[in-house]
């Protein structure tokens, strides 16, 4: 049996993009336009036939408009059941007439937050009727099309030239599927904004919400599948990034890419960032991107053969030049020149992604993990020190020289896994010990794989938890470092800081480790 024709259409949409077009193709098809408020003048100035939804339902709009659309004149033209001789019955009973077509988009409640309006303005952009308009007509798909997004317009309309001025089920279907998915995503973002204008930290019910933005070939392996979704409103970031030149991105990219991306912006001055399989292999500042390049690749120039880099200044042509040497698989950085880009687009396949600014550190929320039968759920890590914070345990106080690096070493150590050892000499890591069981292991590996000329001798060394013994700390000493960074507490302090003494090396606790599983 051939599917009827859209016959009514309610439009009501804060999102205006499209409107007039989609309105008029309905038109085209002799469909009858229900609208409200600023939508219904949009129309009208455009020259289309509208009936606004006050005189529609007899009923005018009140409260500030806060009600125009919850009336049963509305809500069961949705929802009733054309094929039901009661639900018929009951309609021409009260003169309700059947409504085909609801097209709804939301108010702008994410958009409203991120303005840093107030708590009543965000309040008054919390849409009520927009959402029950939108289920209802999701629920009744099996005769009502549901339109919440202007990039359906024209599927919808394509679809209705197909079928001669109806829409197929299987498009309904879809549509109705997308509303359920837009009225919970729209949800989660009021329920997690009142927990925190409550102080709320973990609520009973925790919910999460994303955009499509792409889906992906394959996962962290081909064999399994992977997409990557976005958080609303557009806050910079791997995930929102622009990418201006090569292949599409793979999952282990994305991954890469937002550690390499989070390190970088962990550093005022500029500094360059090389991950591979999702730990730092070469970190480094410099009076330029290019100078500092040549530091950052000195570290650990295997492994950053395939890696991701992130740039917290936009790209120059003198970095671009130095970056095409070497086999490279993304880019990230606020920007690059016209010149910078004119040099990497001789790489083909080379990711290049602008995020327009750099995310703040402390900008990363909470971090989610799967677990059987449910997720772990942790603030992001948005510790810091400061020398102030700092005590120094040993009979030797730090140069000034070891306390730059100190700290260089502190912010790069809390980007590797553990167990994590950090060598650093000049702003500069000179050798990383990553993901090990042991922490002397990670000491000796980060020393053994340093490729600079005094590989790690006269370097600081930075550890992301104490050292249980002493053994871990006497590895670094034997690899050069005259300096030592990290947390303390460990039931042998004493021990480990009688050994700093014995070598006559400086060593400071912070207070805080920075475990990073």
Same mark, same amino acid.
């Given at each position: ?41 949009? /129309? ?64 702008? =409640? ?48 394509? @679809? ?100 390499? /991306?989070?390190?970088? %912006? ?30 950052? /690749? ?77 997720? /772990? ?11 102030? @914070? ?18 260089? %070493? ?56 104490? =050292? ?50």
């Amino acid at each position: 049996m051939a599917e009827k024709p859209i016959a009514r259409a309610l439009i009501s949409v804060s999102d205006k993009t499209g409107l007039i077009e989609f309105a008029t193709a309905l038109a085209r098809h002799k469909v009858r336009l229900l609208s409200t408020g600023g939508t219904a003048k949009a /129309l009208k100035e455009a020259g289309l036939a509208v009936t606004e939804v006050s005189a529609h339902t007899g009923f005018p709009e009140i409260l500030d408009g806060r009600v125009k659309t919850l009336h049963p004149m509305i809500h069961g033209g949705i929802l009733a059941n054309r094929d039901d001789p009661k639900h018929r019955t009951a309609m021409e009973g009260h003169s309700i007439d059947p409504i085909d077509m609801v097209v709804v988009n939301l108010y702008p =409640f994410a958009e409203t937050i991120a303005s840093g309006a107030d708590y009543d303005t965000c309040i008054e952009n919390i849409d009520i009727g927009g959402p029950a308009m939108i289920r209802a007509a999701a629920k009744n798909h099996a005769y009502v099309s549901v339109v919440t997004d202007p990039g359906e317009y024209e599927s919808v309309i394509r @679809d209705m030239d197909e079928q001669n001025g109806a829409v197929s089920p299987e498009l309904r279907a879809w549509l109705a599927r997308e509303a359920y998915a837009r009225t919970s995503s729209y949800d989660a973002t009021i329920s997690d904004w009142l927990a925190r204008q409550q102080g709320t930290l973990w609520p009973k019910r925790l919910t999460v919400s994303g955009r499509r933005q792409q889906e992906l070939r394959y996962g962290e392996n081909p064999h399994q599948k992977a997409a990557v979704y976005r958080r609303t409103p557009h806050e910079p970031g791997i995930a929102t990034a622009k990418q201006l030149q090569g292949k599409d991105l793979s999952y282990n990219n994305y991954n890469d890419g937002d550690g390499a /991306l989070m390190a970088a %912006a962990e550093f005022e001055e500029p500094v360059i960032v090389i991950v591979k399989h999702a730990n730092p292999c070469g970190v480094a500042t410099g009076d330029t991107l290019a100078q500092a390049w040549d530091k950052a /690749l000195a570290c650990d120039p295997v492994s950053a053969f395939g890696g991701v880099v992130a740039v917290n200044r936009p790209i120059d042509a003198d970095l671009a030049k130095k970056m095409t040497e070497l086999f490279l698989e993304v880019i990230i950085a606020p920007a690059a020149t016209e010149e910078a880009m004119t040099i990497l687009s001789e790489k083909k396949n080379l990711r290049v992604l602008v995020t327009g600014e750099m995310p703040k550190a402390s900008s990363k929320q909470n971090v989610l993990r799967t677990i059987s039968g449910g997720f /772990l759920a942790q603030t992001a890590d948005h510790g810091h020190v400061t020398r102030e @914070d700092c005590k120094v345990v040993t009979k030797r106080q730090p140069t000034e020289a070891e306390w730059r690096d100190m700290m260089f %070493a502190w912010n790069v150590c809390k980007h590797v896994k553990s167990n994590a050892i950090v060598y650093v000499r000049d702003n500069a890591t000179v050798g990383i010990g990553a993901g090990q069981m042991s922490r002397v292991d990670s000491s000796r590996i980060a020393a053994s794989k340093s490729e600079t000329q005094q590989g790690t001798q006269n370097s600081v060394v930075a550890s992301d938890a104490f =050292f249980p013994f002493a053994d871990g700390l006497l590895s670094a000493i034997e690899a050069g470092a005259t300096a030592a960074i990290q947390p303390g507490g460990s039931m042998r302090d004493e021990e480990v800081i009688k050994a700093a003494d014995d070598a006559g090396i400086a060593m400071v606790f912070t207070g805080m480790r920075h475990f990073r599983h």
